[in-house]
């Protein structure tokens, strides 16, 4: 399963160097507030690839990040849980204890 896992990457970066070499053409990239403002902000020509490639990664942060919340979430809610079937847990036993009978369901068979 390493192999593979080393095959697609492989596989990947020779796409993105095949991608990086066909897109070598300089573009300059403008962001302004048009209708209410008239100036805007300009960035250096850059290589065509370098922007897509900077696009796709900040892309993949905000999707990692995204995920790493909804794993923070779900990591509290299964520490809730468990304190909560813990405490369960104990009262159950103190209820075993006190010597109520059990009902029949609870009973077990010796």
Known sequence: MKWLKTLLIMIIFILVILFSLQNREEV???????????????????PLFL??????FV???IGGIGDLYQRFQLKKSLRQ???MIERLSREVETLRGSGM???SYLKRDV
């Open 59 to 61: 892309g993949v942060l």
């Open 101 to 103: 009978e059990q009902p």
């Open 51 to 56: 922007i897509i490639l900077c696009s796709v």
């Open 28 to 46: 300059g990239l403008r962001f302004g507030l048009y209708p209410i403002q008239d100036r805007f902000w300009e960035v250096p020509k850059l």
């Open 81 to 83: 849980n468990e304190k």
